[in-house]
Nanobody, 116 residues
C-alpha cells in the first residue's frame, strides 16, 4: 500500500482546508485509515480515523471541527478541517492499517500552518 497526502498549506485562523490521502496498491486489504499530526517538538498524535465499516473516531481537540470521510473504496480519504486554530499547525500524515497482516503504512506528511 502506498499513500500520498496532499492539501496542506497556509491558512488564517478560522479558515478551512481539506486534506486528501490517495491510496494505491493493495487497497482492498485496508482495514482503517487515520490522519495523524506532529507539531514541532511534540509527539505524533491521532487526529481522526475511519474504518471499513465507516466508524469514525476523533481526537477531542478536533471534534466538531474536523471530519474524516472516504469514498466507496479506499482510493481517497479526506480530512475536512474547519475553524482552524494556530494550535492545529503541524505536519499531517495519513496511515493505512491492515489488521490481519498487522501492518501499517504511512504516507509522507503535508504541512498545515495556521496563522493567528
Amino acid at each position: 500500500v502506498q499513500l500520498q497526502a496532499s492539501g496542506g498549506g497556509l491558512v488564517q485562523a478560522g479558515g478551512s482546508l481539506r486534506l486528501s490521502c490517495a491510496a494505491s496498491g493493495s487497497i482492498s486489504t485496508i482495514s482503517a485509515v487515520g490522519w495523524y499530526r506532529q507539531a514541532p517538538g511534540k509527539q505524533r498524535e491521532m487526529v481522526a480515523t475511519i474504518t471499513s465499516d465507516g466508524s469514525r473516531d476523533y481526537a477531542d481537540s478536533v471534534k466538531g471541527r474536523f471530519t474524516i470521510s472516504k469514498g466507496n473504496t479506499w482510493n481517497t480519504v479526506w480530512l475536512q478541517m474547519n475553524s482552524l486554530q494556530p494550535e492545529d499547525t503541524a505536519v499531517y500524515y495519513c496511515r493505512a492499517s491492515r489488521y490481519i497482516a498487522r501492518r501499517d503504512y504511512w504516507g509522507q506528511g503535508t504541512l498545515v500552518t495556521v496563522s493567528s
